[in-house]
């Protein structure tokens, strides 16, 4: 059977995406799912996406990792998801969807900028050398000095498989403050298993964390990311943060067809 993909990217983070609205897709087949994300024997990217229909929103999205099993929310994914919708004319400028977290709102502007809407976040843990939350996924967040050089991969990994979180793991991100209201972000994700060039919901963490730990008392944050930049912002309610938003571009790359 051959089947028709969409490419799009994130700042770096790349999906490749599927419009299952008519419910073709062998939704259980893992190996399908990772032999497609393969960036050797398949289409390549970080994570898989399908778009579905959904009886209370405009639409449902549905997230693979690179490994084939279906995981938590992927900020990047839902905006790159909300772009695909639009250029199918599912959606117009504005949307609401369902994902595995629930409830998100977004919008797409002028010049192809998504705003997508993420859960608000309490429970921050917070420690002398890390912190951790859940953002639709959940991101362990550490600062370190020389971020540029510093071996993401396999100090991500260590933590990611360490003591710390089980078997059930976390993201981990590493953070280098610029200043007040711009930080570098590079992550190792869950899923993939390695350094992604973005990660979305670790962005979002990563903001979040700063704002709880001191860094800054801004509430509208830059993150630069290997891939290139994104925004989050947020109000804060006691240890609460809510009308959280991961802002950034989210592209178009190419479409094809593969047989399955």
Avoid: W
């Avoid at 938590?72 to 790159?80: D, Q, S, V």
């Avoid at 843990?125 to 370190?144: A, C, E, M, R, W």
């Avoid at 912002?233 to 989210?250: H, I, Q, R």
């Amino acid at each position: 059977m051959q089947i028709q993909f969409y490419k799009y990217q994130g700042t770096g983070n790349d999906f490749v995406i599927i419009d299952n609205r008519t419910n073709f897709f062998p939704k259980e087949d893992t190996k399908l799912i990772a032999r497609l994300c393969d960036r050797r024997f398949g289409i390549g990217a970080d994570g898989l996406m399908l778009l579905e229909n959904d009886s209370e929103t405009d639409f449902k999205m549905v997230y693979y990792n690179s490994d084939g099993n279906q995981s938590t929310m992927c900020g990047n994914g839902g905006r790159c998801l909300v772009a695909f919708a639009k250029q199918l004319n599912v959606i117009g400028d504005t949307t609401s969807f369902n994902a595995v977290d629930g409830l998100h709102h977004a919008s797409v502007d002028k010049d192809g900028i998504v705003s997508l809407q993420m859960i608000d976040v309490d429970g921050i843990k917070i420690n002398p050398d890390y912190s951790f939350l859940n953002t639709g996924s959940p991101h362990h967040v550490q600062l370190v000095d020389d971020l540029e050089h510093y071996n993401v991969k396999e100090n991500g990994a260590a933590i990611r498989y360490g003591e710390l979180y089980g078997k059930a793991g976390s993201n981990i991100n590493f953070v280098k403050k610029i200043d007040d209201s711009t930080f570098a972000l590079r992550t190792y994700e869950r899923g993939v298993e390695d350094e992604t060039l973005a990660c979305g919901t670790g962005a979002t963490a990563a903001a979040i964390a700063m704002n709880a730990t001191g860094q800054t008392d801004l509430t509208s944050i830059n993150m630069n990311v290997e891939g290139g930049k994104l925004s989050v912002s947020f109000k804060k309610e006691g240890n609460k943060y809510v009308d959280v938003f991961l802002n950034g571009p989210a592209k178009f790359v190419f479409e094809g067809t593969i047989e399955i």
